[in-house]
């Protein structure tokens, strides 16, 4: 879990490629499930979760995320399948979506300085729940919220400092492979 473009999808698919376990990004089985509510067919182009959130609006987003979250932990606890799920970034602030995803995983924060973040943000345009007339502000107080809620929620937090992907992934699989092994 971690702010919008701290590398969640990116890190995560390494990891689960290391571990040899399937990757989710909770995103993309949200649009899977907008576009089966909502009768897509298999020509048409895919909402991003950015249409969804926009379409839904807040309050249909979270209880969208909740019930995938919802979802997929009924299917892998199933399947009895272990794998690296990328969170929303905005899934810390959903406690239906975290308390399901808690009872029985390992929550790592992927912890990113908040302007590496923001220049991240403007470089793939500023999304709807930051729009406004001082996006910058406004992300400022969402990473103030959200970081203390990731620190409240974490197991673990790996500080990635702006590292470069394979730096950071480095430092991700050393720090949370010593704390797992020190949890045995």
Do not use: C
Request: charged residues 25%; aromatic residues 8%.
């Amino acid at each position: 879990m971690g702010m919008k473009h701290s590398g969640k999808s990116t890190l995560g698919r390494l990891l689960a490629a290391r571990w040899e376990v399937r990757f989710v990004d909770l995103d993309d089985w949200m649009v899977a499930r907008f576009r089966a509510a909502h009768g897509y067919t298999e020509s048409e182009p895919s909402p991003g979760i950015r249409s969804v959130y926009r379409s839904l609006g807040a309050a249909g987003f979270r209880q969208l995320e909740a019930e995938t979250a919802g979802s997929l932990h009924s299917q892998l606890t199933k399947a009895g399948e272990s794998a690296v799920i990328a969170l929303g970034g905005g899934t810390i602030e959903n406690e239906q979506a975290m308390d399901t995803l808690a009872t029985n995983g390992t929550f790592v924060y992927l912890e990113e300085d908040a302007e590496v973040l923001f220049r991240r943000i403007e470089r793939g345009g500023v999304p709807p729940f930051l729009a406004g007339p001082d996006p910058h502000a406004k992300f400022l107080d969402l990473y103030a919220t959200r970081t203390s809620l990731y620190r409240q929620k974490a197991s673990i937090a790996i500080p990635l400092a702006g590292l470069p992907v394979e730096a950071a992934f480095n430092r991700l699989q050393q720090l949370l492979e010593e704390y797992l092994n020190g949890r045995q």
